[in-house]
Each structure stands twice: as C-alpha cells, then as structure tokens.
C-alpha cells in the first residue's frame, strides 16, 4: 500500500472496519464476512468514499467491491459481466498503485 491513493486506503479501512462489525456480529470466517459485507456494507463503503472524496462518483462503488470479489456475486459478475469486471478491476489498479487518485504525502 505503499503507493495507494488515499482513496484505496480509505476503501480498506473501511473494508477492516465492516470485518471488525461482522466478527462482533458474530460471523467468523472470511467467506462468510466478505459475502455478508457485499450484501450489507458495499453501499455503506461506497457512501463513506463519497463522502470523504466527493469528485469520486462512481468509483466509490468500484472501490467497494475490492477485496469481495471471491464471494458468490463477485464470482457472478466476473462470469456475467466479464468485460464490466475487467474494467472494474483496470479502476481498482489504478488506485491501488496510486496513478488514479488522490496522493499521499510523504
């Protein structure tokens, strides 16, 4: 994360707060919390984004999806909507290496 934007790690940090809710709620393992958190928390995450960093529009909601596409819908819209994923995960990249976004001081 060394190069992240400060908009992925925002999109993390949110992401390990919504697994600190889920292991207090009760439901353990990473499967399970990431499956749970695509259907409870991936518009709360995408809020929270937009809020801290309101020019992010629609890659708040790409945001959101980091780290969840393993589960059952991450899966699906891989199958379904592959060119859509691809261009999800060209987003993803971007901000992760810190060309898209918003830079860090140092």
């Not at 589960?71 to 994923?85: D, E, H, Q």
């Amino acid at each position: 994360m060394q190069n992240a934007s400060q908009e992925y790690i925002a999109a993390t940090l949110l992401h390990e707060i919504a697994h600190g809710i889920l292991t207090y709620e009760k439901i353990d393992g990473s499967s399970a919390q990431h499956n749970e958190m695509f259907k409870k928390y991936r518009t709360e995450v995408a809020a929270g984004l937009k809020e801290m960093f309101p020019g992010i529009k629609d890659y708040a909601d790409v945001l959101a999806y980091e780290g969840l596409d393993g589960t059952i819908w991450g899966s699906a819209l891989k199958t379904v909507f592959p060119t859509s994923w691809n261009a999800m995960v060209v987003i993803m990249e971007a901000y992760r290496n810190g060309s898209k976004g918003t830079k860090c001081s140092k």
